[in-house]
Every structure is written in C-alpha cells, then in structure tokens.
C-alpha cells in the first residue's frame, strides 16, 4: 500500500492523468496499468480483494462496507471516470486480472464500437490458440444521425446500429439513392422506369418487365412462354437479336498446351439472328471455327506465360452488332492453381489474390462467391477437392505436400485430384453462428407471436421458458448441477489436445514424455489443475450452480457476453469418467439399457441394427463381455456439465467468444419449436423436417438453379467416412510419417465401457486401446474436425455451404455482432428496405476449414458536414506506419468520409509471391464499395510454413503463427477490393443468372 499516500497528496492531478492512462492501456496485453491497488506492476489476487472491497453496486450486495476511501477505489477501479465503482469497471478489471482483451468494454448511450476501420463486426476465429483482437483499434464513436445523410427524393434515411443508411425507392439503388437498379432506364425526368429496353433485351421483345419481390420477371405475351418469353410467338418477319446467349466452355481455366471448345446456344422469341461473329477482344491466343456455333480456343504456345491472363471473347449477332456476349476464359501457365466458373477481368484481383494466397500457404482447394446488392454475381472454385493445388515437384517438396494419393486409407482411398468447382459446399465453421442466430430468432418469433422484433428477441432470458426441464431447473430453480466439475478436478490436461483448458488458463507442458500438464493463468477466482475450481462469485456451488445463470438472455448468450467460455467441458476428461451421475447409471443393468438404446436407433436402411453393422459382435469380442457401448454425449449435457461450474464474468458486463454459448442457442432453437435443428451428425441423412430445411427453403429460397447438394445448407459430417464426397478432404498439417496434410487418426464415435465390480470405467475407449467409429471397426481415418468436446456442436461451427447459397443468406442478415449490438443473424433488411452502407465481418476456422466472409459497406463517416470536399479537413491515413501519409477528407452525402485501411504482408516485385515478412506488415488505403458482400472459405487451417514459423522463439524476426498467416485473408480480400474498378451499376455486367451445362449471359440493359 505504499503509494496510497503519494496518490492522496495530489489527487487533484493525478487522478485525471490515471483515467486516461488506464482508458488507453486497458488490457493491452503485458500492460498491468489499470486495477494495480497496490503498485507491484501486476493485477494479482491482492488487486483483485480490494476491488471486490470497493465495489457496492446492487448486482453485488451484500457486501461488507469496505474501510477503503471513495478516493482510493475510484483512483485505481474507475475506469470511465463516472465517479464510481461498479460492474462496467469489474468487466475491465477481470480482463486485465485474465488477460483476455477479447471484450472491448460497453460504450456509452448515443456511441457504439467500431473498429478503426469502420467495421463493425468481430473477426475472431475457431481455434483455441488465437490471439484475441487488439483493443486498442476499437474506439467508442458517436451514433450517425439522419440529419447528416442526404438520401435525396428517391430515398429515406433511417439508422441502424449507431450508422445512417438511404433505403431506397424500387428502381433506385446506391449509397444514396443515386442509380438506377439494374434493369431499369432512366427518363428524361430522371426517374427510373422498367420500359423498352428492358422489354426487347429482357423478355426477346415479347413481353413486359415487372417487379416481383424485388426480382425482374418477364409478363409473357399471349402465345408465348419461357423466362424470357423465348418461346413460341414472334413476327417471323422481325428479325430480332438473340436475348439470351449460352456460352459453354468457358467455366473451366485452361492451361498453356490445352485447346478449348466454345459453343454458343441462342435463346429469343420469333425470328432470331442466328449468325454470329467471334472475336478475341484482348488477351492471347487465337479463335478458329469449329462446328456450327462452336469455335476452338488455342492459348499462346508453353513458356510465353509467366502469369495467370483474362482472355475476353465476345459474340455478336451478325446483323445487330451492337447486341453481345462476352465471357471471359482464364488462361494458366504450366503449375498454376486451375480455376472454375464464369470469370471476368474486372474482378480478377480475387482471383489473383486468392492463388496467389493458396500457393503461399500450400492450400489445396477454395471457392469464392461477391455479390451486388444482394445478388450473386461471381462464384468462382479453385484449386482441387483433394491433394495440393498443383502438380509442380518443387513446389509440393517445399509445401510437405507429398501425400501418394494412390495409397488407401484405413479403408478408404483417398480420391484422385478433381477441380473444386464453383457449387462445392465448404465447411465454414464459426460463420455457422450467423445462421444459428438468424435460425433461433425466426424460433422465438414463431413461439412468442408478441416479439415481432430482433431486440426483443435478445431480451428473452433462458429462464424464460426456453431451454428444456434439466437445464432450467439447474439454471433457474437452484436444482443441484448434476455433477460439480470441483469433483473432477485434478484430471490431467493433455497439453495436444484441440480444448486443454476449457475452463480459461495456458496450459503448460510438466510431462514431455505423455504432453500433459497444467493450466496455468486461470479467470478471476478460479483454480485447480484444469482451472475448475469455482470462485467467490459461487459461493453456493457445488449445491448450487451460478446465480447469475438467471439474468442470461439470448442476446447475451448471440454477442458472447454470458460469461462463458469458449468450450464446453471436455467429453473425455469430464463427461465420460462422470456419466453415471449425467444419466444415473448405477448398477450395471443400466449400461447394458444405455447399449440397448443404441442399438435401437432405427431408421436403419436394412431394416436391422445387425445387418447394418455387422462388425458389432466383433468389436464385443475384441474388449470384451463385460463393456458396454453407450449413446453419445449430449449437447445438454454438455451444458449441464458446465453449469456445475462459476460463469467467468457476470452476463452482459464482458465480451468473452463462446461455442458454448451458440451450442446453448441451438437447444433454445429446438425447445421452442419441438424441432430438430438439424440432421443428425452422425449419420448421412438429409435435414427432412428440421429447421435448418425450413429456414432453407422459407428464407433462402433453396433448392438454387445449379445448386451442388440438396440442402445446400447443412450439417457437415465429422466421420470421413460419412461425408459429403462433394466436399473436399480436409487438410491441416501435422508433423506424423515425416510430415502430412492427411494425418491418420483414431476416429471414435462409439464411446465404450469396461464393468469392473461396481462401475463402468471408459479409461481404455478414452487412451485409445480400442476405439470404434460408426461402423463397429478398429480402424485408423483421415483427420477430419477434432471435436473432442462431444458430437457437434452443429450451432457453433459445423455447416458445410455453397458459395451462392451462402451469398443468399449474408443479403438478408447480418454476419456479424458488436458488444453494443448483437447484431449476428438479424435482418439486414428491416421493413423491407435493405441497408447496403454498413460493414460486417466474421472468421471461422477448424482444422480444415478457415472461411471469411465480409459485408462491405463503403467507406468511413466522419460526422462532420461538408457541402463538398473543401469543407472536410486533412487526415492521416496508415498512422504509425512507413505508408503514413496526409489525405484530404471527402464529402459523400453531406459528410466528410474518410477511405478503409488494411494490412497485408509484402509481396515479392519480381515474383508476385507473398513474403511471410508479418512484422513488416504493410499498410494500405483505398474507398471501399457499398453493397459489395464476399464470401470466400479454404480446405486448410495450418500449413508446414506457419507451424515451423510458430516453433521459434517470439523474438525471431521470422516468428509468426499459422492465425497471423491465416487472418491475411481479410487484408487480401479488402486489397482485391480496393483494386477493382466497380461501375456505377455493376449488375449490368454480371446478371447472377446460373443454368446448368454452361453461363448464361444476356446483351445486358444500358447502363444508369
């Protein structure tokens, strides 16, 4: 205590010049500036007694009075300087006692948090090492009001999320209202109308255009069908240029020593002109005809490429040369990363920046989906469904890419390279919490008829009725936990496991020969070798669970902010050696009854458990009489189980990411609608009767032309064998057999006991003497999701999608949250009238699978008022970095904006190829486009590059981890962005029409 005197002497002075110290420093990690009472350089247990002392608020009562002064509390705890300790400065304090900086604190009424770069969404990812964000790019800034956007006469403004947006009138769109939306012409009144243009390029001059739930359809004339009104009808003596033009081949790249075949398919109503003219716009190689309608591509001859090139080819109608096709055909040198889908020059920064990523980062596969305003545009695949995306020797010797595919495995041959295409469905991990989200609140709208509204939805609570009798009874009636994790403390944490701490804490190695140790850096309060142990803020457990479980509300449970931590108890140290009490399984009839209930599943295709598995009483023989094979562990017992032990900080006060909590979202989904979320996990069926299916079909419209997989939305399987052969194969590197993208594992689905006098002890089936997947065999897998925690969760990370699917899904909701809005899964479109003008952002990674995706929403307000750009004052843009430079604001709607900053490694002059310099991660600025949405997801989280980078010692110039060198993708794509040149109506160029056997592609509408 020996700087309480010095602090008292000038408390004038130097409590203003703390406040903002601590407002700075707050949880910057190895700065211990806020919440050090005692002045040792570290926020320890002592700091943490005399904040419980100063704090008084009611969430706290009873507390004793504490004999420290108002003074002294408020000089060390008072955070945000309102003169008084309370729950806003415990989460600030808790933070910086842990060290967690993944909560950013709540901001004050009228200011939300926002990232430096205007986005307001979470970047965060699924794996347990992360780094979590850096608090200090997030600021607290003041809501935009109406009163500084103008939406003109075609628009209103209205405010969302602290940020104005123009929603605009039908046959409007841009930031403010400004264009024509695609189809439309414009009159010489200004207005935008759906007329002539629209009637003869659109409907082959044979019918109407008309707005249908915001989509152009064609109203036939009488005597005529189709689409397009292509068919029947038709003066035969008006000659018409075709409306619609097919142009097959295209969808593949080729490469340097290939040749392509072109063929065109034309589409119109009465007499179309049916002689066509090819011509090679730009780009190299040649054109010669072929068969009718048909032309062959010839590249330039091998070795005249350095690089991937556009070629652009455009057919016109002979007699009306104005009316056109182009497509676009991307030409490879010998090694490139081949590429599917209809492609075009002008976005051809995605396509160079994401091979240019997979061959950094030794990635076998990837797809890539932009669209305008909610309509898909560019749906591109790269790469190949298994091995590594090129053939080069050099090339797969440095990547550690030198898997036989030849070679079977455990029974399954891994498949010969085919090219990703552009509907292969991709895991997607945590994105999958945006549509749990968005699943859930349709839920609790449809059970509760009276919460009509995505707020009210978050204000539910869980002991609100929504959660099923064994959670709400534990949560909210003070029923004992069905087991005290205090009980199992002292289980040894394996240090290699995917969750070792799930609880909170480091773990740290004390066995080199077995890889076990212990948890180390437990949460506030809690203790023991796996950080179990419960704290001051439960005193009632182990008879009673966490107090605080009664204030949880499903917004809190969406914005990660329950107090919960980012797993559920592991399944093998907590679950298993403790189910008797879970399921009350006391005398051995009763195992042999849990045995009974898995072999009378059902729904099995031959009728007969026994027929479908017949190496069941194989597996009996080989451990023995007396074992006993038990269903799988639930998602609510995983839940009951953390419910036994102290919630990490006090619900709605911190911001910590949780797959608990989206696991606890999907049981609120199921009880409220006594429906399924989805198919099982275990077994290859389709979602029928689920709510994932409904959600499909009701909000996305699914099935999709040329979509890959029936749901095109669904539950990706865990079990390699049970998998979607549609999908890739997973890949993440390990160092086994000298090094491998395939490492072989042990794939357990059907946990097993062994009776011993008076218990069922699961420690062989858990050590892996024997371990069963679903078939009843003891073999070894591909790795595919290491889910060690229990089956799933499906809510938290597990959906496999289509690009264009996805795309579909990010036009209506929101993709990601914010502390002070919890924004994942709610309607981008409220009242109809969609918000293009706001940016959101979400990761998800699991081994084999990093995704991200991105809502842009143009470039930053500043707030302040301009009538144009001399009213806006200068600004530095990359501050702090060696591409700082001063830029003049400019005025966008009546208000200063400022352009988008990203980072991205260099990159190589002469070879183009990203360098893995991370600590001279360079800076970049451009103006960012409106209502441009990118999804884009690999088949790989971790390579050899970043693992070994990760071995060396921090201090290392060439140190990084495999998350800095994965989290790039988000600079890559804003680096894309920034280097398209986007016209004022994008749509006139890339109608998302898809058909199946080639890309369709009309003359277009003129442009706005």
Same mark, same amino acid.
């Given at each position: 205590?020996?700087?309480?005197?010095?602090?008292?002497?000038?408390?004038?002075?130097?409590?203003?010049?703390?406040?903002?110290?601590?407002?700075?420093?707050?949880?910057?990690?190895?700065?211990?500036?806020?919440?050090?009472?005692?002045?040792?350089?570290?926020?320890?247990?002592?700091?943490?007694?005399?904040?419980?002392?100063?704090?008084?608020?009611?969430?706290?009562?009873?507390?004793?009075?504490?004999?420290?002064?108002?003074?002294?509390?408020?000089?060390?705890?008072?955070?945000?300087?309102?003169?008084?300790?309370?729950?806003?400065?415990?989460?600030?304090?808790?933070?910086?006692?842990?060290?967690?900086?993944?909560?950013?604190?709540?901001?004050?009424?009228?200011?939300?948090?926002?990232?430096?770069? +205007?986005?307001?969404? &979470?970047?965060? *990812?699924? =794996?347990?090492? /992360?780094?979590? !964000?850096?608090? @200090?790019?997030?600021? %607290?800034?003041?809501?935009?009001?109406?009163?500084?956007?103008?939406?003109?006469?075609?628009?209103?403004?209205?405010?969302?999320?602290?940020?104005?947006?123009?929603?605009?009138?039908?046959?409007?769109?841009?930031?403010?209202?400004?264009?024509?939306?695609?189809?439309?012409?414009?009159?010489?009144?200004?207005?935008?109308?759906?007329?002539?243009?629209?009637?003869?390029?659109?409907?082959?001059?044979? +019918?109407?255009?008309? &707005?249908?739930? *915001?989509? =152009?359809?064609? /109203?036939?004339? !009488?005597?005529? @069908?189709?689409?397009? %009104?292509?068919?029947?009808?038709?003066?035969?003596?008006?000659?018409?240029?075709?409306?619609?033009?097919?142009?097959?081949?295209?969808?593949?790249?080729?490469?340097?020593?290939?040749?392509?075949?072109?063929?065109?398919?034309?589409?119109?109503?009465?007499?179309?002109?049916?002689?066509?003219?090819?011509?090679?716009?730009?780009?190299?190689?040649?054109?010669?005809?072929?068969?009718?309608?048909?032309?062959?591509?010839?590249?330039?001859?091998?070795?005249?490429?350095?690089?991937?090139?556009?070629?652009?080819?455009?057919?016109?109608?002979?007699?009306?040369?104005?009316?056109?096709?182009?497509?676009?055909?991307?030409?490879?040198?010998?090694?490139?990363?081949?590429?599917?889908?209809?492609?075009?020059?002008?976005?051809?920064?995605?396509?160079?920046?994401?091979?240019?990523?997979?061959?950094?980062?030794?990635?076998?596969?990837?797809?890539?989906?932009?669209?305008?305003?909610?309509?898909?545009?560019?749906?591109?695949?790269?790469?190949?469904?298994?091995?590594?995306?090129?053939?080069?020797?050099?090339?797969?010797?440095?990547?550690?890419?030198?898997?036989?595919?030849?070679?079977?495995?455990?029974?399954?041959?891994?498949?010969?390279?085919?090219?990703?295409?552009?509907?292969?469905?991709?895991?997607?991990?945590?994105?999958?919490?945006?549509?749990?989200?968005?699943?859930?609140?349709?839920?609790?709208?449809?059970?509760?008829?009276?919460?009509?509204?995505?707020?009210?939805?978050?204000?539910?609570?869980?002991?609100?009725?929504?959660?099923?009798?064994?959670?709400?009874?534990?949560?909210?009636?003070?029923?004992?936990?069905?087991?005290?994790?205090?009980?199992?403390?002292?289980?040894?944490?394996?240090?290699?496991?995917?969750?070792?701490?799930?609880?909170?804490?480091?773990?740290?190695?004390?066995?080199?020969?077995?890889?076990?140790?212990?948890?180390?850096?437990?949460?506030?309060?809690?203790?023991?070798?796996?950080?179990?142990?419960?704290?001051?803020?439960?005193?009632?457990?182990?008879?009673?669970?966490?107090?605080?479980?009664?204030?949880?509300?499903?917004?809190?449970?969406?914005?990660?902010?329950?107090?919960?931590?980012?797993?559920?108890?592991?399944?093998?140290?907590?679950?298993?050696?403790?189910?008797?009490?879970?399921?009350?399984?006391?005398?051995?009839?009763?195992?042999?009854?849990?045995?009974?209930?898995?072999?009378?599943?059902?729904?099995?295709?031959?009728?007969?458990?026994?027929?479908?598995?017949?190496?069941?009483?194989?597996?009996?023989?080989?451990?023995?009489?007396?074992?006993?094979?038990?269903?799988?562990?639930?998602?609510?017992?995983?839940?009951?189980?953390?419910?036994?032990?102290?919630?990490?900080?006090?619900?709605?006060?911190?911001?910590?990411?949780?797959?608990?909590?989206?696991?606890?979202?999907?049981?609120?989904?199921?009880?409220?609608?006594?429906?399924?979320?989805?198919?099982?996990?275990?077994?290859?069926?389709?979602?029928?009767?689920?709510?994932?299916?409904?959600?499909?079909?009701?909000?996305?419209?699914?099935?999709?032309?040329?979509?890959?997989?029936?749901?095109?939305?669904?539950?990706?399987?865990?079990?390699?064998?049970?998998?979607?052969?549609?999908?890739?194969?997973?890949?993440?590197?390990?160092?086994?057999?000298?090094?491998?993208?395939?490492?072989?594992?042990?794939?357990?689905?059907?946990?097993?006991?062994?009776?011993?006098?008076?218990?069922?002890?699961?420690?062989?089936?858990?050590?892996?003497?024997?371990?069963?997947?679903?078939?009843?065999?003891?073999?070894?897998?591909?790795?595919?999701?290491?889910?060690?925690?229990?089956?799933?969760?499906?809510?938290?990370?597990?959906?496999?999608?289509?690009?264009?699917?996805?795309?579909?899904?990010?036009?209506?909701?929101?993709?990601?949250?914010?502390?002070?809005?919890?924004?994942?899964?709610?309607?981008?479109?409220?009242?109809?009238?969609?918000?293009?003008?706001?940016?959101?952002?979400?990761?998800?990674?699991?081994?084999?699978?990093?995704?991200?995706?991105?809502?842009?929403?143009?470039?930053?307000?500043?707030?302040?008022?301009?009538?144009?750009?001399?009213?806006?004052?200068?600004?530095?843009?990359?501050?702090?970095?060696?591409?700082?430079?001063?830029?003049?604001?400019?005025?966008?709607?009546?208000?200063?904006?400022?352009?988008?900053?990203?980072?991205?490694?260099?990159?190589?002059?002469?070879?183009?190829?990203?360098?893995?310099?991370?600590?001279?991660?360079?800076?970049?600025?451009?103006?960012?486009?409106?209502?441009?949405?990118?999804?884009?997801?690999?088949?790989?989280?971790?390579?050899?590059?970043?693992?070994?980078?990760?071995?060396?010692?921090?201090?290392?110039?060439?140190?990084?981890?495999?998350?800095?060198?994965?989290?790039?993708?988000?600079?890559?794509?804003?680096?894309?962005?920034?280097?398209?040149?986007?016209?004022?109506?994008?749509?006139?160029?890339?109608?998302?029409?898809?058909?199946?056997?080639?890309?369709?592609?009309?003359?277009?509408?003129?442009?706005?």
């Amino acid at each position: 205590m020996s700087r309480m005197p010095a602090l008292m002497v000038c408390c004038c002075l130097v409590i203003p010049a703390l406040r903002l110290q601590a407002q700075e420093l707050i949880c910057v990690p190895g700065s211990y500036t806020f919440g050090d009472y005692d002045g040792r350089g570290d926020v320890a247990l002592f700091d943490y007694s005399a904040l419980e002392k100063c704090l008084s608020g009611p969430a706290f009562e009873p507390r004793p009075r504490s004999p420290l002064t108002t003074l002294e509390c408020q000089e060390v705890f008072d955070v945000n300087g309102d003169g008084r300790v309370d729950l806003m400065d415990s989460g600030h304090f808790l933070r910086s006692f842990s060290g967690d900086c993944t909560g950013m604190g709540n901001c004050p009424p009228g200011t939300h948090l926002e990232h430096v770069s +205007g986005n307001l969404g &979470l970047v965060d *990812e699924d =794996i347990s090492d /992360v780094l979590p !964000p850096n608090p @200090s790019e997030y600021r %607290c800034v003041k809501d935009e009001s109406c009163d500084d956007l103008n939406c003109g006469d075609r628009g209103s403004c209205g405010t969302y999320a602290g940020k104005a947006a123009c929603a605009c009138d039908k046959g409007y769109a841009g930031g403010l209202c400004e264009q024509c939306a695609v189809g439309f012409e414009r009159t010489r009144d200004g207005d935008c109308v759906l007329g002539g243009v629209c009637r003869e390029r659109f409907c082959s001059g044979q +019918g109407d255009c008309q &707005l249908q739930r *915001e989509e =152009i359809v064609c /109203v036939c004339d !009488p005597g005529t @069908s189709g689409d397009h %009104c292509e068919n029947g009808g038709g003066d035969p003596n008006i000659r018409r240029a075709p409306t619609w033009v097919v142009l097959q081949g295209t969808d593949r790249s080729v490469e340097q020593g290939e040749t392509r075949e072109i063929c065109a398919t034309l589409f119109g109503g009465g007499l179309i002109d049916t002689q066509l003219n090819w011509t090679i716009v730009e780009g190299p190689g040649t054109l010669f005809p072929s068969k009718s309608n048909c032309y062959i591509y010839a590249p330039p001859t091998a070795g005249t490429l350095t690089d991937s090139e556009m070629v652009e080819i455009e057919v016109c109608s002979l007699n009306f040369p104005d009316q056109c096709a182009t497509r676009f055909l991307t030409v490879n040198p010998p090694g490139a990363v081949k590429s599917t889908g209809q492609a075009h020059s002008i976005l051809k920064p995605f396509d160079d920046n994401i091979t240019r990523f997979m061959l950094d980062r030794c990635i076998g596969g990837a797809v890539l989906g932009i669209s305008i305003f909610g309509k898909p545009v560019y749906i591109r695949g790269y790469g190949n469904l298994s091995g590594a995306p090129t053939n080069q020797p050099d090339y797969l010797e440095a990547c550690g890419d030198t898997w036989d595919v030849s070679n079977e495995v455990a029974g399954y041959t891994l498949p010969n390279p085919s090219e990703v295409q552009p509907n292969s469905p991709f895991r997607i991990g945590s994105n999958s919490k945006a549509v749990t989200a968005a699943v859930l609140r349709k839920a609790i709208k449809d059970f509760y008829t009276t919460t009509d509204t995505d707020d009210n939805v978050e204000a539910v609570r869980l002991c609100d009725g929504v959660i099923p009798p064994d959670l709400h009874d534990v949560a909210c009636l003070g029923v004992p936990p069905p087991q005290s994790l205090v009980t199992v403390s002292g289980v040894v944490p394996d240090c290699d496991d995917s969750a070792p701490c799930p609880y909170g804490g480091t773990c740290e190695v004390t066995n080199e020969a077995t890889g076990t140790g212990i948890c180390t850096g437990c949460p506030p309060g809690f203790s023991g070798i796996d950080c179990s142990q419960s704290n001051a803020f439960c005193p009632s457990l182990p008879s009673q669970a966490d107090s605080r479980w009664e204030d949880v509300t499903l917004g809190h449970l969406m914005g990660h902010r329950a107090g919960l931590p980012r797993s559920v108890p592991n399944r093998n140290r907590v679950i298993l050696p403790n189910l008797l009490n879970f399921r009350g399984l006391m005398v051995e009839a009763d195992w042999q009854d849990q045995e009974d209930m898995l072999t009378a599943e059902g729904d099995f295709p031959s009728g007969s458990f026994a027929a479908e598995f017949p190496d069941y009483a194989d597996a009996k023989d080989d451990i023995g009489a007396s074992a006993y094979f038990v269903p799988r562990v639930t998602t609510i017992e995983a839940v009951l189980a953390r419910m036994g032990a102290c919630l990490l900080s006090t619900p709605g006060s911190t911001r910590l990411y949780s797959n608990t909590g989206y696991a606890l979202l999907g049981i609120v989904a199921e009880t409220v609608s006594g429906t399924p979320f989805a198919g099982s996990t275990g077994k290859p069926n389709l979602h029928n009767g689920s709510l994932l299916e409904a959600f499909n079909q009701d909000q996305l419209g699914l099935p999709l032309p040329g979509q890959g997989t029936v749901e095109g939305m669904y539950v990706s399987q865990n079990r390699f064998g049970l998998r979607n052969p549609k999908e890739p194969i997973w890949r993440t590197w390990s160092t086994d057999n000298g090094g491998t993208y395939y490492k072989l594992v042990d794939d357990p689905k059907r946990p097993y006991c062994d009776w011993l006098s008076n218990d069922c002890n699961f420690i062989d089936w858990i050590s892996g003497v024997l371990n069963f997947d679903w078939g009843f065999l003891n073999r070894k897998t591909i790795r595919g999701y290491e889910g060690t925690s229990f089956a799933g969760p499906q809510t938290a990370g597990s959906l496999a999608v289509e690009a264009e699917v996805y795309l579909k899904f990010m036009a209506k909701y929101w993709v990601g949250g914010s502390d002070s809005n919890t924004r994942y899964g709610e309607t981008r479109c409220p009242n109809g009238n969609c918000i293009w003008t706001l940016t959101t952002s979400h990761t998800g990674a699991l081994n084999g699978t990093y995704s991200y995706v991105k809502q842009y929403g143009g470039t930053n307000n500043t707030n302040e008022t301009c009538s144009d750009d001399s009213d806006c004052s200068d600004y530095t843009v990359c501050s702090g970095t060696p591409e700082a430079e001063t830029l003049q604001r400019f005025c966008l709607g009546g208000t200063c904006r400022e352009r988008n900053e990203y980072g991205i490694p260099p990159i190589d002059p002469a070879t183009g190829a990203i360098t893995d310099e991370f600590s001279q991660t360079e800076c970049h600025s451009c103006r960012l486009p409106v209502g441009v949405d990118i999804f884009v997801s690999f088949n790989q989280w971790r390579d050899k590059k970043c693992w070994e980078a990760g071995l060396l010692d921090e201090s290392d110039p060439d140190y990084y981890t495999c998350s800095t060198a994965y989290r790039a993708v988000s600079g890559f794509m804003a680096d894309a962005a920034c280097k398209v040149s986007w016209p004022p109506n994008p749509l006139v160029l890339w109608p998302p029409v898809v058909q199946e056997g080639g890309s369709s592609m009309s003359p277009g509408f003129a442009s706005p």
